[in-house]
């Protein structure tokens, strides 16, 4: 829920500079976001959850904002 959530948040936002979002959510400790081929945030690779708004932040530096 809350991936679906955040993908939903993150093209209300930002549409008009996502070519391609990629969320891979599952029960085995992975979460992952691709936005436009490039990976900004893995919970395997950090170990952690990401923290409120962390994503959106990567995204908004992504983009240039």
Avoid: C
């Avoid at 599952?26 to 992952?32: A, H, L, P, T």
């Avoid at 690779?45 to 992504?62: D, M, N, P, S, T």
């Amino acid at each position: 829920a809350r991936a679906v959530s955040l993908m939903g948040e993150l093209i209300r936002h930002y549409e008009h500079v996502i070519e391609e979002i990629k969320l891979v959510p599952s029960d085995e400790g992975r979460f992952e976001v691709t936005v436009n081929g490039q990976l900004l945030f893995s919970k395997l690779e950090l170990h952690r959850h990401a923290e409120a708004g962390e994503v959106v932040r990567l995204v908004r530096k992504l983009v240039g904002e």
